[in-house]
């Protein structure tokens, strides 16, 4: 039986329907299964964070790989069908929100712990900031998510995709998009593509960075007045602008450009130099 017949015979079996409020479209493609489970880098040695598991798809695969599986869910139609499928002390599943659980709790004695994931489109970005934000112990991060949002978090500067979560991801970690996902591999069929981008997560920062709220204050000021010169929005704050001027003269950086000109680097420099440290 394949995946795509499992995934009907399991939502018939259960009288069910993917719901659309929880963002669930079911992943109905073995080939893109395996991919995934090869390279995410899976050993049985990694306790693997899977969020939003749904109908067990991945989880199946990921419990013939790893030491353990954390499945979190905030539908309890996919509780049951989940306690139901797997019987076994390897499969630990959470019933509740991941952007209220815990983590720490849940993985301060699991060793070696990776997130695979087909994320909820919904909420992917609160989801990608809260386990980079929170410095979780995660060595990397492997997730499925619209495509439009993993070319923004993988792209280079001076192209229109490239945003404040690009910089703030790349800050964090270290980001590829690993698999191209067309739409019709999931059941219902959404309107966009996808893909899976695994974050390899840094143990330190990709750029050292002496004052972290300044600095993530200049990327927010940047980009949420992008169409503006660097010389205005990076003054939208609390910075006056002959000082922003001052500094950009200093390192070099044309004043005309807009936010998506800047790198990571320069974002760091300008920051640091704001607050005295460079």
Same mark, same amino acid.
């Given at each position: ?13 259960? !009288? ?8 669930? *479209?079911? +992943? ?17 040695? #990694?306790? $693997? $964070? ?24 905030? @539908?309890?139609?996919?509780? @049951? ?5 797997? $019987?076994? #002390?390897? +499969?630990? =599943? ?14 301060? *004695? ?15 970005? %609160? =989801? ?12 990397? =991060? ?7 949002? !993993?070319?923004? $978090?993988?792209?280079?500067?001076? &192209? ?16 590829? =998009?690993?698999? #191209?996902? %067309? ?21 330190? %920062?990709?750029?050292?960075?002496? *004052? ?19 010389? *205005?929005? +990076? ?17 070099? &950086? ?6 998506? #000109?800047?790198?990571?680097? @320069? ?12």
């Amino acid at each position: 039986m394949n995946l795509y017949e499992e995934t009907r015979m399991l939502l018939n079996q259960y !009288g069910l329907r993917a719901n659309k409020r929880l963002g669930q *479209n079911f +992943l109905i493609s073995d080939e893109i299964v395996e991919q995934i489970i090869e390279k995410s880098e899976i050993t049985e040695n #990694d306790t $693997i $964070i899977e969020i939003g598991p749904g109908l067990g798809t991945l989880t199946k695969a990921l419990l013939e790989k790893s030491k353990k599986v954390i499945a979190i869910e905030l @539908d309890p139609n996919m509780v @049951d069908i989940l306690k139901n499928r797997f $019987i076994t #002390d390897k +499969l630990e =599943i959470i019933y509740g929100d991941v952007l209220k659980v815990d983590l720490n709790e849940i993985i301060a *004695n699991e060793g070696s712990v990776k997130v695979v994931a087909n994320l909820p489109y919904y909420i992917t970005t %609160p =989801i990608l900031m809260k386990l980079l934000e929170e410095r979780y112990a995660l060595k990397s =991060i492997t997730v499925m998510v619209q495509k439009e949002v !993993g070319e923004r $978090i993988c792209s280079e500067p001076g &192209i229109k995709e490239y945003g404040a979560i690009t910089v703030t991801t790349n800050y964090y970690s270290a980001p590829k =998009i690993i698999i #191209d996902v %067309p739409r019709e591999n999931f059941l219902p069929s959404p309107e966009v593509d996808s893909c899976v981008m695994k974050l390899d997560v840094l143990e330190k %920062p990709s750029v050292m960075v002496a *004052n972290e709220k300044v600095f993530f204050e200049l990327i927010r000021n940047g980009f949420n007045h992008r169409r503006k010169t660097i010389s *205005n929005s +990076l003054a939208s704050g609390n910075v006056p602008k002959e000082k922003i001027m001052q500094v950009l003269g200093e390192l070099g &950086i044309d004043e005309k450009l807009r936010a998506e #000109d800047l790198s990571i680097e @320069d974002y760091a420099n300008i920051a640091n130099r704001l607050v005295g440290a460079a």
